[in-house]
């Protein structure tokens, strides 16, 4: 079994930063693509960033410039860097990551979700 553990949300003020982390731990052989997604209260899940295990990243556009995605290989985390945090930001996040295990079989893995809220 494979299990993402999502840590770092919290509440910040607009304009300020938050850097959320997710670990991936149990029956791994690989972790192919990670990534973040957010849902908004009302709204549709959406990508946020995404990564490639060799490092090739995407942003959605209402994030590039401001937020940053990273990962570290030899701990299977996946990171992201958000600055210049917007109220319309606000969302649970959630990792996601494609994790091919030692039976050799790739599946798909969610976090539980960590929120963000950006308010004064």
């Known amino acids: 079994q494979v299990r993402l553990v999502e840590s770092g949300g919290g509440l910040v003020q607009p304009g300020g930063s938050l850097r959320l982390s997710c670990a991936a731990s149990g029956s791994i052989f690989s972790v192919n693509a990670m990534g973040w997604y957010r849902q908004a209260p009302g709204k549709q899940r959406e990508l946020v960033a995404g990564?490639?295990?060799?490092?090739?990243?995407n942003y959605a556009d209402s994030v590039k410039g401001r937020f940053t995605i990273s990962r570290d290989n030899a701990k299977n985390t996946v990171y992201l860097q958000m600055n210049s945090l917007k109220p319309e930001d606000t969302a649970v996040y959630y990792c996601?990551?494609?994790?091919?295990?030692?039976?050799?079989?790739?599946?798909?893995?969610w976090g539980q979700g960590t929120q963000v809220t950006v308010s004064s």
């Open positions: 990564i490639t295990s060799g490092g090739m990243t």
């Open positions: 996601n990551a494609d994790v091919r295990s030692y039976n050799l079989r790739t599946s798909a893995y």
